[in-house]
């Protein structure tokens, strides 16, 4: 692994930091999916909304270790970060399987950083094994007749659109039949209901299709061949450096507290050895979390290839690591831990930020992938071991 920049890396990350100095928002937006428009805006005006993609569409074109230089400064400052559907599965399915129509319509909707997307692909009977889908897009004309549910659909309620994997062919076998529609958030016989996760915010949701009608010049790529298209990528930079940044810096505030509180007798928090202990124990649990990104990374930029059951050890680590961190945070506060921060006479410790992701991580381990099946992939891909 190299940690050093190169002198253009080194001249690279100053340009990013000065522009976060600059331009970034002291405090984070309450509304994930909203996010800071400003910012968006002024990150836009930089093509620094995709930076991956392509510059001939838009994008920075940045090489690997520049988005790994990117995502870090962002993640160092605590500041928006890009991202989400649009610009890492939209996006990139357009650009490689869409017509030329199709990018003219919605690239630019998603370089503006103002257009938010959602992903229709998990169904109550199909998460991990997302080939088993059952929602139905029927022929009817010039149109498809969508009928079915999707689950867990990040950000649904707020979205202009949907990427949808449906299924199209029941006769065929699982992995094919399956095409890859655009679809208007606003169609008619389309409903948005709101899961509330663990922690009381509204973030999920479940769609339900009734005769959803979608234009046949609404599918990307071929019919029948959604599949194979959904597995679409560039050359996004994969070491989940952001996650790792976060985790340190959230033992650093839990370690911030621990010096400044007094615990249940005189002495600050810090003086508790069973505390100091587990706190340790996650920093440097932390540290390992970043090199496994720097790891990552430096595979991509060195070796070109993809990494795959590193990314998948990364990530396993990682969502692990935060449910670690949120339960020390829980030991540290007690019976305070159970305040959060939604009202001013009584708000908990850390504006109940402890309380609220102790909650909200449950879901880390699912989401993006299950703790289940990253270790299958470590297992079969990484070990070499047998499929049971």
Aim: net charge neutral.
């Amino acid at each position: 692994m190299e940690f050093k920049d190169t002198p253009e890396e080194a001249v690279f990350r100053a340009e990013v930091r000065s522009f976060i100095e600059k331009e970034a928002p002291q405090t984070q937006p309450e509304n994930p999916f909203a996010g800071n428009r400003d910012f968006m805006k002024k990150l836009a005006a930089r093509r620094w909304i995709a930076p991956a993609w392509p510059v001939e569409y838009g994008g920075a074109g940045m090489s690997v270790m520049e988005q790994f230089i990117f995502n870090s400064e962002l993640a160092e400052a605590r500041a928006p970060r890009p991202g989400g559907i649009a610009t890492g599965f939209a996006g990139p399915t357009l650009i490689v399987h869409g017509t030329e129509e199709q990018k003219q319509k919605y690239l630019p909707e998603i370089l503006s950083g103002e257009v938010i997307w959602c992903q229709g692909y998990s169904e109550p009977g199909a998460g991990s094994d997302l080939a088993a889908l059952q929602t139905r897009a029927v022929r009817d004309g010039d149109d498809f007749v969508v009928n079915g549910q999707k689950i867990w659909t990040s950000g649904g309620h707020v979205s202009k659109w949907m990427i949808l994997l449906a299924r199209t062919d029941p006769d065929a076998p699982k992995h094919r039949g399956i095409t890859y529609f655009i679809v208007d958030m606003k169609s008619p016989g389309l409903t948005v209901r709101p899961l509330i996760n663990a922690a009381g915010t509204h973030e999920f949701n479940e769609v339900f299709f009734e005769d959803v009608r979608i234009p046949r010049e609404n599918i990307i790529g071929e019919e029948n061949r959604g599949w194979y298209l959904a597995q679409t990528t560039l050359s996004f930079e994969r070491s989940n450096i952001g996650s790792a940044i976060g985790a340190r810096q959230t033992v650093e505030d839990l370690v911030r507290f621990a010096r400044e509180h007094v615990g249940d007798g005189q002495s600050t928090l810090g003086h508790n050895s069973a505390l100091r202990s587990e706190l340790v124990e996650r920093f440097v649990e932390a540290g390992v979390a970043t090199m496994m990104s720097y790891k990552i990374v430096s595979m991509q930029a060195k070796e070109g290839v993809p990494p795959g059951h590193e990314a998948s050890v990364a990530k396993l680590f990682t969502t692990e690591l935060n449910q670690r961190i949120y339960r020390t945070g829980m030991h540290m506060l007690g019976m305070w831990g159970q305040l959060d921060g939604r009202s001013e006479a009584a708000a908990g410790p850390m504006r109940g930020r402890v309380k609220y992701m102790y909650l909200r991580s449950i879901a880390n381990t699912i989401e993006g992938g299950t703790s289940e099946i990253q270790r299958n992939i470590i297992a079969t891909r990484g070990l070499g071991l047998p499929r049971a």
